[in-house]
């Protein structure tokens, strides 16, 4: 819910029954998605390809460092292993690429190096670095890296043709390997020079573990769930989530709103928001998408009740209030107890649940509660044979600040990517791997 946040009530258009859209079956069983199910993974390369071969790997190493440079979440480096264990196991010589921030040109903040302790810790073995991605000295590296070594290159970003998926610089990328594998689902909605350009270069072009696992979970669930099928949808505004929203409608037999979004609904049935966020421009919106989900049968829900606050702050003065009766002066931060009830006894009912957006503004210890909630209801729902998929973002962090991350279906590790791909947008990176 970020910046102002989230509120909640049960207007009467809170449940509509929607029809039954038949039994399907689990990511991994029956079909697998198109997407999913189309492209060549990793595991379809065997020693006979892989031995001696100089692999180029594009992982999304892109994690949060402190002031001294120390890794704070290591989240994206351990799911890079299976995939680079595979290829060392098999005899590749590997060499990873990765970004980090936003760099504007060479940046040593952005550099990868503080990666490597821990890489080579994970791996098992020592891993090199190179002073850049592309290059004479690299080249030399590369040309030196033994069967089941280990390089990584410098932080690709500081090439601005990176982004811009200069046909030259891929080809530089390109030339420094025989097979090209990208387990980078991050990245995988941006058409760059490593995710995208290099395909033109490098033959075979394949997912690896993570990118097929995120493919088979965020694919296959969507396109093909058990039912009934719930998506919980967060968040500060609608703008950002109307087209995850309007493709989700396509699909799901319930679909729960929580966090700053829902105080557009709100405004749009005529209730009194006091000061909690709204998007003025977004209310004919937010109407229209009320009536859609009755017009597709899908249950709409909205929470019943708020908590609201007299400021935005951590130690701001709360109370629990209906939706319908936010008084002037207060805003919505996060859903209150009876919808929480609400909602778990919905949940319950559910064999498929995806989850992108907080409840409230969960860094805030007062307006947690919501989040927390959804969080342990999803956990205890895995434990019974329920699909979870946490789909990126801030629903990941809330997760994992519960310590529940372990006690999920599947955690995608691409906000943005997830987004897209529930929205049924094409994945650049994904489309230019081949076909199996």
């Known amino acids: 819910m ?100 936003r760099p504007k040109g060479v940046a040593p903040k952005y550099s990868l190096k503080p990666l490597v302790p821990r890489l080579s810790e ?152 006091g000061s909690s966020l709204v998007e003025e421009d977004k209310l004919e919106l937010a109407t229209a998408l009320i009536e859609k989900a009755k017009a597709k049968g899908v249950s709409l829900l909205l929470p019943t009740d708020v908590v609201v606050a007299d400021k935005f702050a951590a130690d701001a003065e709360s109370k629990v209030v209906p939706a319908s009766a936010i008084p002037d002066g207060w805003m919505g931060l996060d859903i209150g107890p009876d919808s929480i009830k609400t909602f778990n006894e919905v949940l319950d009912t559910t064999k498929t649940v995806i989850w992108n957006g907080p409840m409230g503004v969960f860094e805030f210890e007062k307006f947690a509660a919501g989040t927390d909630a959804i969080a342990k209801k999803l956990a205890e729902l895995t434990g019974k044979g329920v699909t979870t998929i946490i789909g990126g973002g801030d629903s990941v962090a809330a997760v994992e600040k519960a310590g529940l991350a372990d006690k999920m279906s599947h955690i995608s590790t691409g906000g943005g990517a997830s987004l897209e791909l529930l929205e049924g947008k094409p994945l650049p990176g994904v489309l230019a791997l081949n076909d199996a």
């Open 2 to 101: 970020s910046r102002q946040t989230a509120a909640v009530h049960r207007p009467l258009f809170c449940l509509f029954l929607c029809p039954n859209h038949g039994q399907s079956a689990t990511p991994g069983n029956g079909r697998r998605s198109s997407e999913a199910m189309a492209k060549k993974s990793v595991g379809d390369l065997k020693e006979a390809d892989l031995k001696g071969k100089r692999v180029f790997v594009r992982v999304d190493l892109n994690v949060p460092l402190d002031e001294n440079q120390r890794i704070t979440d290591d989240t994206r480096v351990r799911a890079a292993v299976p995939t680079i264990k595979y290829l060392i196991g098999n005899g590749a010589g590997v060499i990873l690429c990765s970004h980090l921030g």
């Open 122 to 273: 994970l791996l098992g073995v020592e891993v090199q670095m190179a002073n850049d991605c592309i290059g004479e000295e690299v080249e030399k590296l590369v040309a030196a890296l033994p069967e089941g070594g280990v390089l990584l290159l410098e932080n690709v970003r500081f090439y601005k043709e990176e982004e811009k998926n200069d046909p030259e610089f891929a080809k530089k990328l390109a030339s420094l390997a025989d097979v090209y594998v990208n387990d980078a689902f991050g990245t995988a909605h941006r058409a760059h020079a490593s995710t995208e350009g290099v395909t033109k270069f490098l033959k075979p072009a394949v997912a690896g573990y993570l990118m097929q696992k995120e493919l088979d979970y965020l694919v296959g669930a969507v396109s093909n769930p058990k039912r009934p099928f719930a998506a919980i949808v967060g968040g500060s505004k609608v703008s950002s989530k109307i087209g995850v929203i309007e493709s989700l409608f396509e699909k799901v037999d319930i679909l729960l709103l929580g966090g700053g979004m829902i105080f557009t609904f709100y405004k749009a049935q005529g209730y009194s928001v």
